[in-house]
């Protein structure tokens, strides 16, 4: 039992682990809202790159900042 309890730990850690990920993905939806609302940005398909990528990038540095902490 404490080895599931153990494993939903850690689950619940890799989602909820840094607040600062949840802050650079909602610049991020803000930041490609106000360049599409200013039409700076039209196409949808660029949108969509700029979304999914940041996104990725947002992930990538989450996972080398927390990958880096636990190593200590």
Do not use: W, Y
């Not at 039992?1 to 682990?17: E, H, P, R, S, Y």
């Not at 993905?25 to 700029?50: C, H, N, Q, R």
Request: hydrophobic share 55%.
């Amino acid at each position: 039992m404490n080895a599931i309890v153990q494993t939903c730990k850690t689950l619940a850690g890799l989602f909820f682990d840094d607040g600062s990920l949840a802050l650079g993905v909602v610049a991020l939806l803000g930041s490609v809202a106000l360049l599409a609302k200013a039409g700076i940005v039209t196409p949808p398909l660029f949108m969509m790159i700029l979304l999914v990528g940041g996104t990725v990038i947002l992930l990538l540095e989450n996972v080398v900042r927390t990958a880096r902490r636990h190593r200590r």
